[in-house]
């Protein structure tokens, strides 16, 4: 005779899964690395630090960076992430995106363009006094 022990297990999961039961909580690292940007915003109105590290000091901003997503890039960066954070390997989210061919997030990483609450020159520079923070 078959053991109905698989069977049951799976169904207890199906019922479980009908009943409103919650399903196990998804990392923002993991919901970056799965381009699910409902989840990363939820995460980040949650109180998740966006600059926070995996085991490999990789923050979700190299994610979006190594997997092309730059509306979820953008979204970290407006949340407070910091694309000068370095990996283990000494990487920035910006060299992720000129790794993984991904020219789009290179340039909204590129540290010569303006960020929140400094001014962009006409030539797409920043003044001296937004870099010596005066």
Same mark, same amino acid.
């Given at each position: ?7 049951? #297990?799976?169904?207890? %999961?199906?019922?479980?899964? @009908?009943?409103?039961?919650? #399903? ?27 600059? /926070?590290? &995996? #085991? /490999? &000091? ?16 953008? %979204?970290?960066? &407006?949340? @407070? #992430? &910091?694309?000068? %954070? ?8 910006? !060299? ?18 303006? @960020?929140?609450?400094?001014? !962009? ?5 920043? @003044?001296?006094?937004?870099? %010596?923070?005066?």
């Amino acid at each position: 005779m078959k053991s109905l022990l698989p069977l049951t #297990a799976g169904l207890a %999961l199906a019922l479980a899964a @009908g009943c409103g039961a919650q #399903a196990p909580r998804t990392t923002i690292h993991e919901a970056v690395s799965q381009g699910r940007e409902s989840l990363v915003k939820r995460h980040l109105d949650a109180g998740t630090d966006p600059n /926070s590290r &995996d #085991a /490999s &000091d990789v923050t979700p901003l190299h994610l979006a960076a190594a997997t092309g997503n730059a509306d979820i890039a953008q %979204l970290l960066l &407006d949340k @407070g #992430a &910091d694309p000068t %954070l370095k990996d283990n390997k000494g990487k920035t989210p910006r !060299q992720m995106a000129m790794k993984y061919n991904h020219p789009k997030i290179a340039e909204l990483l590129n540290p010569k363009k303006a @960020g929140p609450g400094r001014r !962009q020159l006409i030539d797409g520079g920043v @003044g001296v006094s937004e870099v %010596l923070d005066f």
